[in-house]
């Protein structure tokens, strides 16, 4: 939200300098970093001057310049060579002196001292599009001859210059979207500090634009109103205006809305805009002569019904969309976006304002099923001031008379059914000095309650009183949301320590064992060259809504979204992960390693929300996400690079469970594939509780992100790995003094046979001897039979204590065998 200095100003007085403002609002909540600048012609026309020409011959080495001298107002006869073919002495003329910059679009240059066919200029006489004026290039610009030489040009043009200061708003505070809303807030600072006998920063009252001159110029030419849709439509208001003549606007609009970024249209559309930036009430004009039978309808259309709006999109409705029609036709999309064919234009000279309060679970809903996110729904979806429309109708129709003339049909006719009404909060003292951790006067405290327009009313309990919320104030329903308001207008930074500190001092406890594990795997990672990642927890719906492994049924949705990007949250960490991927790439970073410890959340679909149990259907558990892409091993004089692959993957997560204290004997591995892996590996406890799954990404889902090379990647579910860990124990031993000895088996067997069972099978025939099972050669294709293979393993057989005998390792092997033979392998 952009809030232009001057224009604060219309509505509160105050002292502060613009980033002395900015610096206020921000301990109020508003959060304001950037403070910019905004001239009306830019560079403010600095070092031009009004200059007198006092000679003018034509160039002696040029047939189109030039030589003249100028009085600059500084007693001597400057001498500037001029290629203007209207250029004449005695003219009264701009001049831009030397070091003056000046700019053409996005260039700028400086005037330099220089010579130009041989002869000096010190300046130049400029155009009035060389300094921001105008568009046109037939001559110098030639002006008043009573202006005295040297006035500085800025003020004979009366530059204007205005700071426009951006204020990143919180979902909950839509009403601060506008200048109105912001004076609020800096009237309850000056209210708190007046009462605490401080230097008050601004006015305690606001100058609310009056309509008490509303007065209907006839009472016929109204235009009627039904509405058809009252869930979607609580409150509407409109009133119309006749024979209004369509123009530009005032410079003082004009600069206001260009203060804020926005560009100046027409004097209807920019009175509109006025208001709904002035006093945060969004409105729409319609052209009275496009709407057929001058009878508005609000309603809801049947699913399908095509729609083609203002920017020229055609968007196919649906039938919980709530539309302003005529009696025929869908004319605008309620509270998000108006139509092509039912705007205001130069030819327009009726128009009917539209001033309403709309559901805000309709209008975001709306908004996101169409992709479209405008001024009016961004305040409409986060919850408008359902008792304002009456009020903007009169002001809208009072600016439109004043600026494009017209007569105002009938009173703003409101059409009514419920809307919600202030809310009404017990609050209590004490409560407040708990949560704040320090007492306020309770005079202090019902002064800025007063101030932020909440009404105070005692109760037979002196330590409470009962409040009345304005409904504005949409985010103010409970007690606390009271103690935070009254909080940011006294001020967190003038809440001090206590000179004591209380602690629990408490053992170490899961938590702590917890964050140990997780900073010892992360050390590791980061040893192998991976970076750690840090993704945003809310995630674009986008990612889930045709996804059937993770549906969007299954997501913890958020009630008011910043925007479609950030409206779930996140199910998994692979889709934050690819966006960083693809973020790198892009930027010539191909070769990557990335790691993240982060929290997801899902709910189960089919449990609803009770009051007794309002978390049941909601999860958050902690994952460990690793991406591979690219080289793995980078190319050198004495080697090739290498592709990073899934058995690169599955080898730095089996160092994991290793390091964590998990036995590769106490897991299982199964081999599948799913709608986000081509291949994967899921491996599990012998419980079958799931504890990662890996493997290699489906090319269709890196397409979604632009990527073209490979990666794979694996979630690691933590919790139940961190159990496992926990229950580990670390023991050490002395090296053993006896030598180890290896034995080679050849197996024939079943092409569907996997290592991984052969290596189960012969460590459950072995246990004490046995050290590792290792495979070293994989053989199909001639001389075996068909559907056969042949597996080389290795044996490693040690005893700590004594060396093995020949009679020993041939028991050992010889149980290992027959437990071979009975599983299906033979010895080849």
């Given at each position: 939200?952009?809030?232009?200095?001057?224009?604060?100003?219309?509505?509160?007085?105050?002292?502060?300098?613009?980033?002395?403002?900015?610096?206020?609002?921000?301990?109020?909540?508003?959060?304001?970093?950037?403070?910019?600048?905004?001239?009306?012609?830019?560079?403010?026309?600095?070092?031009?001057?009004?200059?007198?020409?006092?000679?003018?011959?034509?160039?002696?080495?040029?047939?189109?310049?030039?030589?003249?001298?100028?009085?600059?107002?500084?007693?001597?006869?400057?001498?500037?060579?001029?290629?203007?073919?209207?250029?004449?002495?005695?003219?009264?003329?701009?001049?831009?002196?030397?070091?003056?910059?000046?700019?053409?679009?996005?260039?700028?240059?400086?005037?330099?001292?220089?010579?130009?066919?041989?002869?000096?200029?010190?300046?130049?006489?400029?155009?009035?599009?060389?300094?921001?004026?105008?568009?046109?290039?037939?001559?110098?610009?030639?002006?008043?001859?009573?202006?005295?030489?040297?006035?500085?040009?800025?003020?004979?043009?009366?530059?204007?210059?205005?700071?426009?200061?951006?204020?990143?708003?919180?979902?909950?505070?839509?009403?601060?979207?506008?200048?109105?809303?912001?004076?609020?807030?800096?009237?309850?600072?000056?209210?708190?500090?007046?009462?605490?006998?401080?230097?008050?920063?601004?006015?305690?009252?606001?100058?609310?634009?009056?309509?008490?001159?509303?007065?209907?110029?006839?009472?016929?030419?109204?235009?009627?109103?039904?509405?058809?849709?009252?869930?979607?439509?609580?409150?509407?208001?409109?009133?119309?205006?006749?024979?209004?003549?369509?123009?530009?606007?005032?410079?003082?609009?004009?600069?206001?809305?260009?203060?804020?970024?926005?560009?100046?249209?027409?004097?209807?559309?920019?009175?509109?805009?006025?208001?709904?930036?002035?006093?945060?009430?969004?409105?729409?004009?319609?052209?009275?002569?496009?709407?057929?039978?001058?009878?508005?309808?609000?309603?809801?259309?049947?699913?399908?019904?095509?729609?083609?709006?203002?920017?020229?999109?055609?968007?196919?409705?649906?039938?919980?969309?709530?539309?302003?029609?005529?009696?025929?036709?869908?004319?605008?999309?309620?509270?998000?976006?108006?139509?092509?064919?039912?705007?205001?234009?130069?030819?327009?000279?009726?128009?009917?304002?539209?001033?309403?309060?709309?559901?805000?679970?309709?209008?975001?809903?709306?908004?996101?099923?169409?992709?479209?996110?405008?001024?009016?729904?961004?305040?409409?979806?986060?919850?408008?001031?359902?008792?304002?429309?009456?009020?903007?109708?009169?002001?809208?129709?009072?600016?439109?008379?004043?600026?494009?003339?017209?007569?105002?049909?009938?009173?703003?006719?409101?059409?009514?059914?419920?809307?919600?009404?202030?809310?009404?909060?017990?609050?209590?003292?004490?409560?407040?000095?708990?949560?704040?951790?320090?007492?306020?006067?309770?005079?202090?405290?019902?002064?800025?309650?007063?101030?932020?327009?909440?009404?105070?009313?005692?109760?037979?309990?002196?330590?409470?009183?009962?409040?009345?919320?304005?409904?504005?104030?949409?985010?103010?329903?409970?007690?606390?949301?009271?103690?935070?308001?009254?909080?940011?207008?006294?001020?967190?930074?003038?809440?001090?320590?206590?000179?004591?500190?209380?602690?629990?001092?408490?053992?170490?406890?899961?938590?702590?064992?917890?964050?140990?594990?997780?900073?010892?795997?992360?050390?590791?990672?980061?040893?192998?060259?991976?970076?750690?990642?840090?993704?945003?927890?809310?995630?674009?719906?986008?990612?889930?809504?045709?996804?059937?492994?993770?549906?969007?049924?299954?997501?913890?949705?958020?009630?008011?979204?910043?925007?479609?990007?950030?409206?779930?949250?996140?199910?998994?960490?692979?889709?934050?992960?690819?966006?960083?991927?693809?973020?790198?790439?892009?930027?010539?970073?191909?070769?990557?390693?990335?790691?993240?410890?982060?929290?997801?959340?899902?709910?189960?679909?089919?449990?609803?929300?009770?009051?007794?149990?309002?978390?049941?259907?909601?999860?958050?558990?902690?994952?460990?996400?690793?991406?591979?892409?690219?080289?793995?091993?980078?190319?050198?004089?004495?080697?090739?690079?290498?592709?990073?692959?899934?058995?690169?993957?599955?080898?730095?997560?089996?160092?994991?469970f290793r390091t964590l204290g998990v036995a590769e004997h106490a897991l299982a591995y199964e081999q599948t594939s799913d709608e986000f892996f081509s291949a994967a590996l899921v491996v599990s406890t012998r419980s079958g509780q799931e504890l990662c799954r890996l493997g290699i990404l489906r090319a269709s889902l890196l397409k979604r992100f632009d990527i073209e090379q490979g990666v794979v990647y694996a979630e690691i579910d933590w919790r139940p790995l961190f159990r496992l860990a926990a229950k580990s124990e670390v023991t050490y031993a002395p090296l053993p003094k006896t030598q180890p000895v290896r034995r080679d088996l050849a197996l024939l067997v079943d092409s569907d046979v996997t290592f991984q069972s052969i290596e189960q099978t012969v460590r459950k025939a072995e246990r004490k001897l046995l050290r590792s099972v290792t495979l070293f050669d994989v053989y199909e294709g001639k001389n075996l039979p068909e559907g056969k293979k042949s597996y080389a393993i290795a044996l490693t057989l040690q005893d700590d204590?004594?060396?093995?005998?020949?009679?020993?390792?041939?028991?050992?092997?010889?149980?290992?065998?027959?437990?071979?033979?009975?599983?299906?392998?033979?010895?080849?």
């Amino acid at each position: 939200m952009d809030i232009s200095y001057k224009w604060l100003r219309r509505y509160i007085d105050f002292t502060l300098a613009p980033r002395e403002l900015a610096a206020a609002l921000t301990a109020m909540g508003l959060e304001c970093d950037t403070v910019e600048e905004v001239e009306s012609i830019r560079g403010g026309l600095r070092g031009i001057v009004i200059g007198k020409v006092l000679t003018c011959e034509p160039h002696p080495n040029s047939d189109h310049l030039h030589i003249t001298t100028v009085d600059l107002g500084d007693g001597k006869a400057t001498q500037i060579v001029c290629g203007a073919p209207n250029v004449a002495a005695g003219q009264t003329v701009v001049v831009a002196t030397v070091g003056t910059t000046l700019y053409d679009g996005d260039k700028e240059f400086q005037i330099k001292k220089s010579k130009i066919r041989g002869v000096e200029s010190l300046g130049m006489i400029c155009a009035e599009d060389e300094i921001g004026l105008g568009h046109s290039h037939d001559g110098i610009m030639v002006i008043d001859a009573e202006v005295a030489p040297g006035t500085p040009a800025a003020e004979y043009f009366q530059v204007d210059s205005d700071y426009r200061l951006e204020v990143e708003l919180t979902p909950n505070r839509v009403d601060a979207a506008s200048h109105y809303g912001v004076a609020r807030d800096l009237k309850a600072l000056a209210a708190c500090c007046a009462a605490q006998g401080q230097q008050a920063p601004a006015s305690t009252e606001i100058n609310v634009p009056d309509v008490s001159g509303f007065m209907p110029d006839t009472d016929k030419g109204a235009v009627k109103i039904t509405v058809e849709d009252t869930q979607g439509c609580p409150r509407y208001c409109g009133v119309t205006v006749r024979g209004v003549k369509v123009a530009e606007s005032p410079e003082w609009i004009k600069k206001l809305l260009m203060a804020v970024g926005q560009r100046p249209i027409n004097n209807i559309v920019d009175i509109t805009n006025f208001v709904l930036l002035g006093i945060g009430q969004p409105l729409h004009c319609f052209d009275l002569s496009k709407v057929e039978g001058e009878h508005i309808v609000v309603r809801t259309c049947p699913a399908g019904t095509k729609f083609t709006t203002l920017d020229g999109v055609e968007h196919t409705l649906d039938g919980a969309d709530l539309m302003i029609c005529d009696e025929s036709k869908p004319m605008c999309i309620a509270g998000v976006f108006g139509g092509l064919d039912s705007g205001v234009t130069e030819a327009t000279t009726d128009v009917f304002i539209e001033s309403a309060y709309f559901n805000p679970t309709r209008v975001r809903r709306t908004a996101r099923r169409h992709g479209l996110s405008t001024d009016a729904s961004f305040r409409y979806e986060r919850g408008a001031d359902p008792a304002i429309p009456p009020y903007a109708a009169r002001l809208a129709a009072l600016l439109i008379k004043e600026l494009a003339g017209g007569e105002i049909c009938g009173e703003v006719e409101d059409v009514c059914a419920t809307i919600p009404s202030p809310a009404e909060i017990e609050f209590s003292f004490s409560r407040c000095a708990s949560l704040i951790g320090k007492r306020l006067p309770d005079e202090l405290v019902k002064t800025i309650l007063l101030a932020l327009e909440i009404e105070v009313t005692p109760t037979s309990d002196p330590d409470k009183v009962m409040l009345r919320v304005p409904t504005y104030r949409v985010d103010v329903t409970r007690e606390c949301d009271v103690v935070e308001e009254i909080l940011r207008i006294y001020g967190y930074n003038n809440v001090e320590f206590g000179t004591e500190m209380h602690a629990n001092l408490s053992q170490r406890g899961d938590t702590d064992l917890d964050y140990d594990l997780q900073q010892k795997i992360s050390d590791r990672l980061t040893g192998e060259g991976f970076n750690e990642i840090l993704n945003n927890s809310l995630t674009s719906v986008s990612y889930y809504e045709k996804s059937e492994q993770l549906p969007l049924s299954g997501c913890v949705t958020l009630m008011n979204p910043l925007s479609g990007d950030l409206s779930v949250m996140r199910r998994t960490l692979l889709f934050g992960g690819l966006e960083s991927i693809a973020h790198n790439i892009n930027r010539k970073a191909g070769d990557l390693r990335f790691y993240e410890f982060g929290n997801v959340y899902w709910r189960d679909a089919d449990k609803e929300v009770t009051v007794e149990k309002p978390l049941a259907p909601f999860h958050e558990t902690m994952r460990l996400g690793i991406w591979l892409t690219g080289d793995f091993v980078a190319p050198g004089w004495n080697r090739k690079a290498a592709e990073a692959t899934v058995y690169d993957l599955k080898g730095i997560v089996s160092n994991i469970f290793r390091t964590l204290g998990v036995a590769e004997h106490a897991l299982a591995y199964e081999q599948t594939s799913d709608e986000f892996f081509s291949a994967a590996l899921v491996v599990s406890t012998r419980s079958g509780q799931e504890l990662c799954r890996l493997g290699i990404l489906r090319a269709s889902l890196l397409k979604r992100f632009d990527i073209e090379q490979g990666v794979v990647y694996a979630e690691i579910d933590w919790r139940p790995l961190f159990r496992l860990a926990a229950k580990s124990e670390v023991t050490y031993a002395p090296l053993p003094k006896t030598q180890p000895v290896r034995r080679d088996l050849a197996l024939l067997v079943d092409s569907d046979v996997t290592f991984q069972s052969i290596e189960q099978t012969v460590r459950k025939a072995e246990r004490k001897l046995l050290r590792s099972v290792t495979l070293f050669d994989v053989y199909e294709g001639k001389n075996l039979p068909e559907g056969k293979k042949s597996y080389a393993i290795a044996l490693t057989l040690q005893d700590d204590e004594k060396t093995l005998n020949d009679r020993q390792i041939d028991a050992v092997m010889q149980k290992i065998t027959e437990a071979l033979g009975r599983s299906g392998a033979e010895l080849r």
